[in-house]
């Protein structure tokens, strides 16, 4: 950053008077409308508005803010990272506040739509949980969509995803 108040927007000195102009190198999607309820376990159901377009041979880092909510204390949150056909990788991290006494739980991923979190289980049936993802992607040769998806490790028990999950995407070198 530069002191000189004139600059570009990606140069200029952050104030309060200019936060507003500020450019982000983010893209940022939050879901709304209607909360959205999973009762499988099998085939993982995309996060509406939880998706990036991925250029092809780029890489990326990413989060995700997932506002949840299960049927019971003790069925768990399955989270997934759906990328185009045959990335160079995906690598990430998770924790989530679980129903474990409110202790926060966690782990790592790797791999094209491979489980992020399957223990995370809900603080509570009455209180929505947080769950926190981030991750690099390294695209290959396809173009495409990279998505938020989720499925209950609870067969006939449902997780809920609710408004205000959110998530941003950055290109990086």
Same mark, same amino acid.
């Given at each position: ?5 004139g600059? &570009?927007p @990606?140069?200029?000195? *952050?104030?309060?008077a200019?936060?507003?102009?500020v !450019?982000?190198?983010?893209? =940022? ?6 909360d ?15 998706e ?10 990413f989060?995700f ?9 003790? &069925?768990g @949150?399955g989270?997934f *990272?759906d ?6 990788? !995906?690598?990430?991290?998770? =924790?989530a506040?679980?129903s474990?006494?409110?202790i ?5 991923f ?7 979190s ?10 929505d ?6 991750g ?6 396809n173009?495409?969509?990279m ?6 490790e609870?067969?006939?028990s449902?997780a809920?995803i609710?408004t205000g999950?959110?998530?941003?995407i950055?290109t990086?070198?």
């Amino acid at each position: 950053m530069v002191d000189d108040p004139g600059g &570009t927007p @990606l140069t200029q000195k *952050i104030t309060i008077a200019n936060l507003s102009t500020v !450019v982000s190198p983010f893209t =940022t999607v939050r879901k709304t409308g209607l909360d959205q309820g999973k009762a499988s376990i099998s085939n993982a159901l995309p996060v509406n508005q939880m998706e990036f377009t991925l250029v092809a041979n780029t890489n990326y880092v990413f989060e995700f803010w997932v506002r949840y909510i299960t049927a019971a204390t003790t &069925t768990g @949150l399955g989270l997934f *990272i759906d990328t185009p056909a045959t990335p160079v990788g !995906v690598w990430g991290v998770w =924790t989530a506040i679980g129903s474990t006494g409110g202790i926060p739980v966690g782990g790592h991923f790797a791999g094209d739509n491979t489980t992020a979190s399957i223990s995370a289980t809900s603080f509570s049936t009455s209180i929505d949980s947080l769950a926190y993802l981030s991750g690099i992607v390294m695209n290959g040769v396809n173009a495409g969509t990279m998505q938020l998806a989720f499925a209950t490790e609870v067969s006939g028990s449902s997780a809920t995803i609710r408004t205000g999950t959110c998530g941003r995407i950055m290109t990086i070198a």
